[in-house]
């Protein structure tokens, strides 16, 4: 089984730059349950960097157990149906995470 960690490293390397165009966000992750943890991801200059805390002023942030997140990151669960079932909160800016499906691919 990948671990939260494991599954965000993945993330990060997936990373498209060309589709972070424009984009200066934090995004945090706060992923509940066994292997949790709080991550934040920076994107800045069409560059992701991958930080372990809480970020002082995120952009958006993603409260989800740590098991639906890699299932989500691998593809596993969608993350619209997940959304849809109470799986996956949203805080912040909805439109940003309508575009990191695209960025993170």
Do not use: H, S
């Not at 424009?22 to 920076?42: E, F």
């Not at 960097?49 to 952009?59: D, I, K, R």
């Not at 149906?81 to 109470?86: L, P, V």
């Not at 949203?90 to 499906?101: K, N, P, S, W």
């Amino acid at each position: 089984m990948t671990t939260l960690p494991e599954a965000l490293q993945g993330m990060i390397a997936r990373f498209n730059p060309a589709k972070a165009k424009g984009i200066n966000a934090v995004i945090q992750l706060n992923a509940t349950g066994d292997g949790g943890g709080q991550y934040y991801t920076t994107v800045v200059n069409n560059k992701a960097t991958l930080t372990e805390g809480v970020a002082p002023n995120p952009t958006v942030t993603i409260i989800v157990a740590a098991k639906d997140w890699i299932d989500i990151m691998g593809g596993q669960l969608d993350p619209t149906r997940a959304f849809m079932a109470g799986k996956l909160r949203i805080t912040g800016d909805l439109g940003l995470m309508m575009r990191f499906q695209n960025m993170f691919g």
